[in-house]
């Protein structure tokens, strides 16, 4: 797997490719602005990038407009971007246009470095990582919402995890229940929150994070 | 700007100009003089303005009668006011400030509302009329007298026939006659001497009397401008607030981060018997220090510990005794400050220290620190190079912005070459 870094705290920049390497991933470029980043997934045609949202020149959401456009240049690539708070505005905004390859962490997540992993690959293999922080906050603010008050604590506790990108496997290890069950408490939240039930990761994502977006609308 | 001092000397200068006072001698005279020319050149210009606005006035008066003026009648306040405005400024320059009103109101019936309008129409009139007279007689004697106190030197080098110059009824030709023309130019010049002061201070009289905000008006306006001094002290405050934020994003945020990235790549390593470990952690150790070393100086940089518990004095010296450059420091200002005003006066302190020792090359620094009336004021020295300049370094700029948002004043003086001197007032309460 091939990574671009864009992060343009030197410490933390070195210090994430001193991890991934030593993890024996391939870090072929290391940046510290938007303009270098760009110029490096040209060069390097990466298959993952892991961008920091806070980048000079303004110091406010440049990663995010970097990433953006790094996916138009290049069509498939997988974007992991770091942030240093969750941001639910920056959440939407990167999720509008699909949630396909990407992933939104907070930065210390990097240190959890088995999940972290985990979350590069499932961007880099075309699915989705949403930190946690992310799906509790967008959870908090809906709670008010009648159809999420129906769903049992284990169904809100999947509905994170599924939230976060995790498929059924991964949700029954995390949760230490059968994969049956996991099925079955997804079914069900599917049937309490009126959507269609689907198994593949990213349109589970997608359809809980559009359906948490419509009630936050009209609540 | 004059300061105060003269200002008020002018003024009564003039009010008792037409007594006359032989003890105050000739320079006395002369500025007198030179004062009440300026003043009514001056005048003459808002005057025509004054005049122009009045012939604006009475044309639209006179169309609305064919309903054409109706349309145009929104636009006499403004005019009335923009001319006003500039007399306002023109009496602020050598009496006391008269504050401008800033834009008229937005159609006729509320300008016609507006006392201040009407009271300035009041004034267009008599300015435009009374002021305009006034003005040209004025100076049509001090141009009179130049030219026939000058006569006798130049009457020979025009045509014969057009030779009486203006004002003077007589034949020059007669024997004596061009000594009396330069005899009435002394005369008129003498005239205007006693009368020209007071004829200005006559044409500012309805201005200071029409143009000076009511009691009423006066309330308000001192509510905008407290109004603006209080956004821009809360912008001062948000740009603070921005300031400490991101120092603690970049810095201490930025360093845990890494402290946390370190740790879990030791972790990794030392679980899959990796080499290497040891090293990492000796980096997020060496990390978690950093951290630590700026969220000291970000929480110094809030409100340093030193000055709210020993003081504006023992912090300044703790300061002085730290910089780059030797700094000797003289400081004679007991009692307390409001907190803030002493936090401002140790941040321009520092700010002061770390310029001289970044870009002055001195090889002494001064910090003077007084308080009296009400005021606390900083001086800082240097004997380096100069050539400070606000435009370049953001540092003067927040110095400055700092400093507005408590009232105070700052003044740099920084010649290339040097000295640099750093002035700065704070109010800080009696």
């Known amino acids: 797997m091939r990574i671009v870094i864009a992060e343009d705290d030197p410490l933390l920049r070195e210090g994430v490719a001193l991890l991934l390497r030593a993890e024996s991933l391939d870090v072929v470029a290391t940046t510290g602005s938007p303009d270098a980043f760009l110029q490096a997934v040209d060069v390097h045609r990466p298959d993952v990038a892991i961008v920091d949202v806070r980048m000079p020149p303004t110091h406010t959401t440049e990663g995010i407009a970097a990433a953006v456009e790094a996916r138009r240049r290049q069509p498939g690539l997988a974007v992991l971007v770091l942030s240093a708070y969750v941001e639910q505005a920056f959440a939407t905004e990167l999720l509008a246009a ?26 880099a293999a075309g699915g989705t990582a949403i930190d946690p922080e992310v799906v509790a906050q967008l959870l908090t603010r809906t709670r008010s919402d009648s159809g999420l008050e129906r769903l049992t604590a284990r169904e809100r506790d999947v509905l994170a995890l599924m939230a976060e990108g995790l498929g059924n496997a991964a949700i029954s290890e995390r949760l230490f229940v059968s994969e049956g069950a996991v099925h079955k408490h997804i079914r069900s939240i599917f ?3 009126d959507l269609a039930p689907t198994d593949r990761a990213d349109r589970r994502v997608t359809a809980v994070l559009r359906y948490l977006e419509e009630t936050q609308r009209r609540g | 700007m004059e300061p105060p001092e003269t200002r008020e000397d002018a003024r009564t200068d003039i009010r008792r100009a037409p007594a006359g006072n032989a003890r105050r001698g000739l320079t006395a005279h002369a500025r007198r003089l030179l004062d009440a020319v300026e003043h009514l050149v001056s005048g003459l210009a808002t005057a025509l303005l004054a005049f122009a606005g009045l012939l604006w006035l009475v044309l639209v008066a006179l169309t609305c009668l064919i309903g054409v003026g109706l349309l145009l009648a929104p636009t006499v306040p403004r005019v009335v006011r923009s001319v006003a405005e500039r007399e306002r400024d023109r009496l602020s320059r050598w009496g006391p400030e008269i504050v401008r009103l800033g834009p008229a109101p937005d159609g006729v019936r509320a300008a016609l509302a507006d006392r201040a309008v009407r009271r300035e129409v009041g004034w267009l009139l008599v300015h435009s ?14 141009a009179n007298s130049v030219q026939d106190v000058t006569y006798p030197l130049w009457w020979r080098m025009l045509p014969p026939d057009d030779v009486t110059p203006g004002l003077v009824f007589w034949d020059v030709r007669a024997p004596g006659g061009v000594l009396a023309v330069a005899l009435f130019g002394v005369g008129l010049a ?17 201005g200071r009397r029409l143009l000076t905000p009511t009691a009423d008006m006066d309330l308000s306006l001192r509510v905008a401008q407290l109004s603006a001094t ?78 709210s518990d020993r003081g504006l004095t023992d912090a300044l010296s703790g300061l002085a005794a730290n910089c780059a450059v030797p700094c000797r420091v003289d400081i004679d200002a007991s009692g307390r400050c409001a907190v803030s005003i002493e936090a401002t006066a140790y941040f321009v302190v520092a700010e002061a220290l770390t310029n001289i020792s970044r870009h002055s090359g001195a090889r002494h620094a001064t910090v003077t620190v007084r308080r ?36 105070g004043r700052l003044t740099l003086s920084s010649p290339p070459g040097g000295p640099t001197i750093l002035d700065v007032e704070l109010p800080c309460g009696l």
């Open chain 1, 98 to 123: 699909g949630t396909d390859r990407l992933g939104y962490l907070l930065k210390e997540r990097v240190g959890r470095v088995g999940q972290f992993l985990d979350a590069l690959h499932r961007v």
């Open chain 2, 230 to 307: 209080r956004a821009a002290a809360l912008d001062a405050h948000a740009a603070e607030l921005r300031r400490i934020e991101r120092s603690l994003h970049d810095g201490a945020q930025n360093r845990l981060v890494a402290v946390t990235v370190l740790l879990g790549a030791a972790h990794r390593a030392l679980a899959q018997n990796r080499p290497g470990a040891e090293e990492m952690l000796e980096r997020a150790q060496e990390t978690a220090e950093q951290a630590l070393a700026e969220l000291r100086t970000v929480v110094r940089s809030i409100l340093p510990p030193v000055l």
């Open chain 1, 191 to 193: 049937a309490k929150l």
């Open chain 2, 372 to 407: 009296a009336g009400g005021l606390l004021s900083l001086r800082v020295e240097d004997d380096g190079v100069g050539g400070a300049d606000e435009r370049h370094g953001s540092g003067l700029t927040g110095m400055r912005s700092r400093i507005e948002a408590h009232d």
């Open chain 2, 129 to 142: 009329t009374l002021g305009l007279f006034l003005s040209l007689s004025g100076l049509t004697m001090v």
């Open chain 2, 190 to 206: 003498v005239c205007f001497l006693l009368l020209g002061p007071g004829m200005a201070w006559a044409q500012a009289w309805p």
